[in-house]
Each structure stands twice: as C-alpha cells, then as structure tokens.
C-alpha cells in the first residue's frame, strides 16, 4: 500500500485540497538532496513521481520511495537533526508543504489538526510494524496481504486512492 494512502483516509477531500494549495509541486534533477544527514527539514513531501533515495550516514542505500511515500513527516513532529539522507533519482518531483505553513494550520484549525495528526500515528504506527516484522526473519514478511483486511480498512484504502489519484491530476494541471 502506498504510504500516502495511510495520511488519505483518515483526511477530508477539502483536508487534501489544503495540501495541494498549500504546497508547491517541485521537479527535482537527479542527485538533487532533499535532505542532507545531519541536517533540518523545513518541509514534508509527498513523492508524486520517480524515486528518491534513502542513504544512511555512511552513503548505502537504505531504501527507496516511489510515487505515493511520505518524507519529512517525522521533522514535523520532532525537529531532531535528520540521520539520513534523501537524494533524488530519475523523473523525481514531490508535493513539498513548509512545516511552518503546515503548523500554521494545525495551530489554528482544530478539527483538522486531529485529523492529520491521527492520520500520523496510523501512519507511523504502520511503518513500526513493518519494521520490527522483518527483525529475526530470514525472509521478507509474506507482503500486505498477509494479514486480513477488514471492509472499513478496504473502504478506507480505497477512498484514499480515489484521493491521490485527484491529487496526482490536479497537479498535473
């Protein structure tokens, strides 16, 4: 499931509209960092289209991000200096949203604020399980659709869906 999809379905349509008018959609040319180690992030990002590369302090990749992944949302809630960084690969662009304008938001709208903020720990919360799964397994989790998914979550993934895809096209325009 695309990371973004977790943020979507616990957000309103107009929620996502906000996002889009607030951020700016920005093309990134290869090697391009969008986060040095070490560093502060100002924004978070959503990845619209290519890929951007997760390196860890001593330069191996540690991950990629494809279309759909989150970045930058972990320095919104704790503006800890990063410990890795983020690189831009071919055909890379982002929805980028300042954390300020963003705070600016949820320090002024509250119903909105408790819904990004929920759709944060569900979020994380999804990312934690992932990663403590893959400790002491010689193989990869049997994938997403390992576990059963009940309707609301597939009413949920599907609504978000319906969502990034509205918000892939209309910064397409």
């Keep these: 499931m695309r ?4 943020i979507l379905s616990e957000l309103l349509d107009e929620d996502v509209e906000w996002l889009a008018n607030a951020g700016d959609r920005l093309r990134y040319p290869v090697g391009a960092e969008l986060i040095p180690c070490g560093g502060m992030v100002d924004s978070i990002y959503l990845v619209l289209d290519g890929t951007f590369s997760v390196r860890a302090r001593n330069g ?4 990629e991000l494809h279309s759909g992944e989150v970045i930058g949302e972990m320095s919104l809630v704790d503006p800890a200096r990063t410990t890795a960084s983020v690189q831009a690969n071919e055909g890379a662009s982002a929805l980028r949203v300042s954390h300020t304008r963003l705070r600016d938001k949820l320090n002024t ?3 909105f604020a408790a819904r990004f903020y929920r759709a944060l720990t569900v979020f994380m919360s999804a990312r934690i399980r992932h990663t403590t799964s893959l400790f002491g397994q010689d193989e990869q989790p049997a994938g997403p659709h390992a576990e059963p998914i009940s309707e609301t979550q597939l009413e949920k993934a599907h609504l978000a869906s319906m969502r990034f895809e ?3 096209k ?4």
Excluded: G, I
């Design 3 to 6: 990371k973004v999809l977790f």
């Design 60 to 63: 191996d990749l540690v991950t």
């Design 109 to 111: 709208d509250a119903p």
């Design 166 to 168: 509205r918000l892939l």
């Design 170 to 173: 209309r910064l397409a325009s």
